[in-house]
Nanobody
């Protein structure tokens, strides 16, 4: 059974930092494209940052230079380091694992972790 468990969310003041973790079981994250998404109230889910199985990273323009995605293959965990947070970063953050084998896609989601940026 595949599980993705996010942690590290919480309440932080503007300008602060948080590190989110996505611990995987049942899959090896190094073989998946691991992506952080977020969804604010009333908004669509949007891609925040991803790390491909080859290590290539990608970021939304709104977080470039502030967020860093990384992967620890030994711990089978993906991280999202978030610095210089602002209220617009408030959202539920979700971890996603995606891979394709032949014509089949394997797509898994975590339950989400709330990030609130407020003074």
């Amino acid at each position: 059974q595949v599980q993705l468990v996010e942690s590290g969310g919480g309440l932080v003041q503007p300008g602060g930092s948080l590190r989110l973790s996505c611990a995987a079981s049942g899959i090896s994250v190094r073989f998946y494209a691991m992506t952080w998404y977020r969804q604010a109230p009333g908004q669509q889910r949007e891609l925040v940052a991803s790390v491909q199985h080859g290590g290539l990273t990608k970021y939304a323009d709104s977080v470039k230079g502030r967020f860093t995605v990384s992967r620890d293959d030994v711990k089978n965990t993906v991280y999202l380091q978030m610095n210089s947070l602002n209220p617009e970063d408030t959202a539920v953050y979700y971890c996603n694992a995606l891979t394709y084998i032949d014509t089949h896609s394997f797509d898994y989601w975590g339950q989400g972790t709330q990030v609130t940026v407020s003074s």
